[in-house]
Antibody, heavy 120, light 112 residues
């Protein structure tokens, strides 16, 4: 059974960088069959797709984040990471990591989510 | 990219059927990979759970009471034989022709 677990600071100051890591167990990020994805949910609001990384390091980002976001993969640790620069209060959200099988655009396994608050 | 459009809320009594719509454009829901469409169920404080993929398919373990359909730029999720545990938020998700993904704003289902 594939499991994903987010980790990282729960509080980030405005203008700084939000950094989260997703650790995958029961599966390998080195598999060519999946995109490793970050999705967020602002309080009381809907889901927002941030982007994904492939095991090769190739990425695909939501244009709304493109200038601020970097998603990377560490196959040696079976992890992938999210960096979001220059955060503001509007970036306060629950951040989920998820797996997307290629050729489907569905998200079949999700982490439990981690709340990140942007505040001084 | 704009979020897909879902009704904010729907409600139904136990045993009834309800339908949740999800509207997009010819660049996402009705786009060229128009079978890349999914539905998710989310209970409070939990992660979303995939309940429908590729418009009509159910993952293993998902009740046959959940069904999906799509016509043009609008998709629908139908839940038949409504049960109290179906009370949750429901989100649609789609591939877009620019290669990104987009979700709906979510629909709160209340079981009366």
């Amino acid at each position: 059974q594939v499991q994903l677990q987010e980790s990282g600071p729960g509080l980030v100051k405005p203008s700084e960088t939000l950094s989260l890591t997703c650790t995958v167990s029961g599966g390998s990020v080195n598999s060519g069959g999946f995109y490793w994805t970050w999705i967020r949910q602002t309080p009381g609001k809907g889901l927002e797709w941030i982007g994904y990384v492939y095991f090769t390091g190739g990425t695909n980002y939501n244009p709304s984040f493109k200038s601020r976001v970097t998603i990377s993969v560490d196959t040696s640790k079976n992890q992938f990471s999210l960096n979001l620069k220059f955060v503001t209060a509007a970036d306060t959200a629950v951040y989920f990591c998820a797996r997307e099988p290629r050729s489907s655009a569905r998200h079949d396994y999700w982490g439990q989510g981690t709340l990140v608050t942007v505040s001084s | 990219q704009s979020a897909l459009t879902q009704p904010a809320s729907v409600s139904g009594s136990p045993g009834q059927s309800i339908t949740i719509s999800c509207s997009g454009t010819s660049s996402d829901v009705g786009g060229y990979k128009n079978n890349y469409f999914s539905w998710y169920q989310q209970h409070p404080g939990k992660a979303p759970r995939l309940i429908i993929y590729e418009v009509t398919n159910r993952p293993s373990g998902i009740s046959s009471r959940f069904s999906g359909s799509k016509s043009g730029n609008t998709a629908s999720l139908t839940i038949s034989g409504l049960q109290p545990e179906d009370e949750a938020d429901y989100y649609c998700g789609s591939y877009t022709d620019s290669g990104t993904r987009v979700f709906g704003g979510g629909t709160k289902l209340t079981v009366l």
